[in-house]
C-alpha cells in the first residue's frame, strides 16, 4: 500500500504564492520522477510540471516562469513552488509518482489531491 500524500494548498490572493509538498510512504518514490497535476471543474487534468530521477524539470507552458518543482536534498519530498498566482491556476493538485520496480514492473500512483483557490 502506497502512500502519496500533498499537502500546503489554501485560498491566495492574485499574485500570492504557494509551495506544495509532495511526499510518500517510501522515499523510493520521491527519489524517482514525480509529476505535478491540477484539475479544475469542468477540466480535465492538467500536467503542470515534472521532476525525474536526475532532477530534470518540465512544465506546462500556463505555469512556466511562475511554478518551480524542486526535490529537497534529502530527497525526502518534492515541492511546488507557486509564484505570481493567477484565478486560472485554481485547482486540486494532484502529486503523482511514475516509474518501474524492474523492468516488467511499473508503478503510477497519485496522491490525494490539495485545493488551490486564488481569489480575484
Same mark, same amino acid.
Given at each position: 500500500?502506497?502512500?502519496?500524500? %500533498?499537502? &500546503?494548498? &489554501?485560498?491566495?490572493? *492574485? &499574485? &500570492?504564492?504557494?509551495?506544495?509538498?509532495?511526499?510518500?510512504? $517510501? *522515499?523510493?518514490? =520521491?527519489?524517482?520522477? =514525480?509529476?505535478?497535476?491540477?484539475?479544475?471543474?469542468?477540466? %480535465? $487534468? %492538467?500536467?503542470?510540471?515534472? =521532476?525525474?530521477? @536526475? @532532477?530534470? *524539470?518540465? !512544465?506546462?507552458?500556463?505555469?512556466?516562469? $511562475?511554478? +518551480? =518543482?524542486? $526535490?529537497?536534498?534529502?530527497? +525526502? *519530498?518534492? !515541492?511546488?513552488?507557486?509564484?505570481?498566482?493567477?484565478?486560472?491556476?485554481?485547482?486540486?493538485? !494532484?502529486?503523482?509518482?511514475? @516509474?518501474?520496480?524492474?523492468? %516488467?514492473?511499473?508503478?503510477?500512483?497519485? @496522491?490525494?489531491? +490539495?485545493?488551490?483557490?486564488?481569489?480575484?
Amino acid at each position: 500500500q502506497v502512500q502519496l500524500v %500533498e499537502s &500546503g494548498g &489554501g485560498l491566495v490572493q *492574485t &499574485g &500570492g504564492s504557494l509551495r506544495l509538498s509532495c511526499t510518500a510512504s $517510501r *522515499t523510493y518514490f =520521491i527519489k524517482n520522477t =514525480i509529476n505535478w497535476y491540477r484539475q479544475a471543474p469542468k477540466n %480535465e $487534468r %492538467e500536467l503542470v510540471a515534472t =521532476i525525474t530521477g @536526475g @532532477g530534470s *524539470t518540465d !512544465y506546462s507552458d500556463s505555469v512556466k516562469g $511562475r511554478f +518551480t =518543482i524542486f $526535490r529537497d536534498s534529502a530527497k +525526502t *519530498t518534492v !515541492y511546488l513552488q507557486m509564484d505570481s498566482l493567477q484565478p486560472e491556476d485554481t485547482a486540486v493538485y !494532484y502529486c503523482n509518482a511514475v @516509474g518501474t520496480f524492474s523492468i %516488467e514492473a511499473q508503478y503510477n500512483y497519485w @496522491g490525494q489531491g +490539495t485545493q488551490v483557490t486564488v481569489s480575484s
